[in-house]
């Protein structure tokens, strides 16, 4: 089975061949002056669309091609006495005389060397008539050289103003003047199944055109937690990378970034990031160097159905925490686990990955009011926001219960030694794992913590709780460093 893999988008190739050959596997507030087109056009013509039943793009290329850029970010490595030995061998692996020289020179790399030179070919676009140019992070990281190319074939080295590697965003400045300018648009206001386009560079193509259609909005990606992707279909190979998401408008709804890939190339699955998170983390790269974000210290995780019918609630909509760092500010304001937060500062949580962006959002030093669910009824909580970085999240008497009949597990206290080794305070080392834990996911090894939000530190407590339970509970379980909640089904 092929493994399927998220591939950011920069197309990569060693200097000695041809660029291109290759690819690197890959929010509210902006200026308002930086948000006028370089000129009116008419984006899709009336005419042809009634003619053709789909959009004419033509009158949106012209008009905002010219604000696209083609980025090489050059990377110079130091290659070692051996690697120069093996980049100047004098034939090609097909020549008879391979072998021979093979035998002086050592076996040839077929693949790019760690510290060999490189270049990574991306897209971007101006953002400002003064050359402030929006990209990818992983496009110009770690780069020595950064070079923007326009359409009109000028070409310029350019500053790197700032990276920011939690939301893939940098900011690239170019010493010129007058430069055409891309739309700033309201991903908020784009709709699942509408029409939106892409300009980049793939592979080295420059000003490539490709179409497709909204496919989901707000995705969470794995390690991208402060993101809400815009999952689309439009075509983005590698060099597709840092370049722009059109609606039919004309304006910049996303910059593209990733694609979701069995084989490093297009398939169907691309995902771009919000202009107006881009647009914040500008600002804040531009005026400040770095990006400020906010941070709770909790781990949250999703809902599902059978977590929420455990702790009472009549839908999944909420963030269930699964554990809060014991001396974060959450912790201080009284934030458990099990709690579920149902909205942050007044905005509902529809879905758990909306909780770290909306936090992270919140300027260090401010407070956040957290609406949650706990004992079966609403709460406020304040909470006094701290800052990213400052950060981590906490990390469970000897008798052992035999296996319980509903739950089927058989668990026993944490010894004094290993609560010091692990870092937990008290809970219940599970031994056997059988039934409906076992089904749930339950396994030897890991620690219960607590069930439906109660803490459990013996076997006759775990018993009772299980005795009197409903059909199914939540389980809050300690694995390696890890806490989560298992719905666990107990039957009727």
């Known amino acids: 089975m092929q493994q399927r893999t998220f591939k950011r988008t920069a197309a990569a190739s060693v200097l000695a061949l041809a660029i291109g050959g290759g690819y690197l596997a890959g929010a509210r507030h902006y200026d308002?002056?930086?948000?006028?087109?370089?000129?009116?056009?008419?984006?899709?013509?009336?005419?042809?669309?009634?003619k053709t039943g789909v959009p004419d793009f033509s009158g949106l290329a012209e008009t905002y091609s010219p604000a696209v850029v083609n980025i090489s970010a050059k990377h110079d490595g130091k290659p070692s006495a051996r690697a120069q030995s093996q980049?100047?061998?004098?034939?090609?692996?097909?020549?008879?005389?391979?072998q021979f020289f093979k035998h002086f020179y050592g076996d040839v790399p077929h693949q790019q060397q760690d510290d060999a030179p490189s270049t990574s070919l991306g897209s971007g676009f101006v953002v400002s008539p003064d050359g402030y140019i929006l990209t990818n992070a992983h496009v110009v990281e770690g780069a020595n050289v950064v070079t923007v190319k326009l359409t009109d074939k000028r070409e310029f080295r350019a500053k790197v103003v700032g990276v920011d590697k939690p939301t893939d965003v940098a900011v690239l400045k170019i010493d010129a003047k007058n430069l055409p300018i891309v739309k700033i648009g309201d991903p908020s206001r784009s709709k699942v199944g509408q029409w939106v386009v892409a300009i980049g560079s793939p592979y080295g193509f420059i000003n490539t055109v490709t179409s497709g259609i909204i496919s989901a909005k707000s995705r969470s990606l794995p390690d991208d937690t402060y993101v809400?992707?815009?999952?689309?279909?439009?075509?983005?190979?590698?060099g597709n990378s840092g370049g722009p998401l059109f609606n039919l408008d004309g304006e910049v709804i996303g910059i593209n970034s990733m694609i979701y890939s069995q084989t490093g190339g297009f398939q169907g699955l691309s995902f771009a990031i919000p202009i107006n998170v881009a647009m914040k983390v500008k600002n804040a790269l531009i005026s400040d160097g770095h990006v400020s974000r906010g941070r709770i210290g909790v781990t949250?995780?999703?809902?599902?159905?059978?977590?929420?019918?455990?702790?009472?609630?009549?839908?999944?909509?909420?963030?269930?925490?699964?554990?809060?760092?014991?001396?974060?500010?959450?912790?201080?304001?009284?934030?458990k686990p099990g709690d579920v937060i149902l909205a942050v500062n007044g905005q509902a949580v529809d879905d758990s990955s909306s909780v770290p962006a909306a936090i992270a959002d919140i300027h260090p030093g401010a407070k956040a009011?957290?609406?949650?669910?706990?004992?079966?009824?609403?709460?406020?909580?304040?909470?006094?926001?701290?800052?990213?970085?400052?950060?981590?999240v906490a990390a469970a008497q000897d008798d052992t219960a035999a296996p319980q009949g509903r739950l089927g597990v058989a668990a026993r206290p944490l010894t004094p030694q290993e609560r010091s080794a692990s870092g937990i305070g008290s809970g219940l080392l599970v031994e056997q794992s059988t039934?409906?834990?076992?089904?749930?996911?339950?396994?030897?090894?890991d620690v219960i913590l607590s069930i439906n939000g109660?803490?459990?530190?013996?076997?006759?407590q775990l018993r009772d709780r299980i005795a009197h339970?409903?059909?199914?509970?939540?389980l809050l379980i300690q694995r390696e460093d890890s806490q989560i909640f298992v719905p666990v089904d107990l039957g009727s």
């Open 435 to 445: 039934g409906a834990a076992r089904n749930a996911g339950i396994q030897q090894g």
């Open 454 to 460: 109660q803490p459990v530190t013996s076997a006759d």
């Open 469 to 474: 339970a409903g059909n199914s509970v939540a």
């Open 228 to 238: 809400p992707f815009i999952q689309t279909d439009v075509p983005v190979n590698p």
């Open 87 to 98: 980049q100047q061998l004098p034939v090609s692996p097909d020549d008879p005389f391979y």
């Open 32 to 50: 308002t002056h930086l948000v006028e087109p370089a000129r009116a056009a008419p984006l899709m013509p009336a005419e042809a669309a009634a």
């Open 369 to 392: 009011t957290l609406q949650v669910w706990r004992d079966g009824a609403r709460r406020s909580i304040d909470v006094t926001v701290g800052r990213l970085g400052d950060e981590k």
């Open 300 to 335: 949250i995780q999703e809902l599902n159905q059978s977590l929420a019918n455990s702790f009472g609630l009549k839908d999944t909509n909420g963030a269930l925490v699964a554990s809060v760092d014991a001396s974060g500010p959450a912790a201080k304001a009284g934030i």
